[in-house]
């Protein structure tokens, strides 16, 4: 199998126009889904806090192109994503509403089931090779599925948020993960130690992303800046390699 990084499609700096389509999947009344024909593996994408922006409906389409796989993107929150032309709110009330937030919607105890169920919709439907790729708050929740092997082949995180040193020791498939310099080093630096010894360590990837912060490839990503789209652009030709490597 070719390296992903010579399907790779141009990044979009403004204005991209999303080759998938929004559409019900599972329990989700909103996802996003591209679908190539012949695909036989089976990404899901679980976005960071602002919802599914242009940004992360980009970066399901390079996947999608480069490993020839069906991608969704469930909308976990129902609508009720955060704005990220406001985000951290300032008043008092917009802080109150973010903590309600992340103690029901953002929940991750509360949205693993609805993730895992979402696998097992792909597998359904004859997709034997199914992964997961999470940006900051999808993260979190990817690295816990992660601590079963009954649901993926293997996993990525992309400047994730709200990691303990236990999802690295409790994991439980392959990984490839991606800090930036924002990330607590102390837990990355454990995570990557601890997946190192596992009996499919050859199999994962860690790079530190130092020169851009985090967001970088998510609601955040500001693609009209060079360094920040150059290393938009390694990142998935990195995971893309990856899960290439991780489904073989």
């Known amino acids: 199998m070719s390296e992903a990084c010579c399907a790779l499609p141009a990044v979009v700096e403004t204005g991209y126009e999303p080759k998938g389509s929004i559409t019900a999947y599972d329990t989700f009344d909103k996802t996003y889904v591209i679908a190539p024909e012949g695909a036989r593996s089976a990404i899901i994408i679980v976005y960071d806090i602002f919802g599914i922006s242009p940004q992360i409906m980009q970066g399901a389409d390079i996947v999608s192109k480069a490993l020839n796989a069906k991608v969704v993107v469930p909308d976990f929150f129902r609508g009720n994503e955060r704005d990220v032309n406001n985000y951290p709110p300032k008043t008092p009330e917009g802080q109150a509403e973010r903590k309600a937030f992340f103690e029901d919607a953002a929940d991750v105890q509360k949205r693993l089931p609805e993730l895992i169920s979402v696998a097992r919709a792909l597998r359904k439907e004859g997709f034997e090779k199914v992964g997961a790729i999470g940006y900051c708050w999808g993260g979190k929740l990817c690295i816990v599925a992660g601590s079963s092997p009954d649901t993926f082949e293997a996993i990525s995180l992309v400047h ?21 310099v924002d990330e607590p080093k102390d837990v990355c630096d454990h995570i990557r130690d601890a997946v190192s010894k596992k009996p499919f360590a050859s199999k994962n990837t860690f790079h530190y992303f130092e020169t851009v912060r985090h967001g970088f490839a998510g609601a955040r990503a500001n693609l009209s800046d060079p360094e920040n789209k ?18 073989a």
């Open 230 to 247: 150059k290393q938009f652009e390694f990142f998935y030709q990195e995971v893309t390699n990856f899960f290439q490597r991780a489904f």
């Open 160 to 180: 994730p948020a709200f990691l303990t040193n236990e999802d690295g020791d409790k994991l439980a498939v392959p990984i490839a993960f991606y800090p930036t």
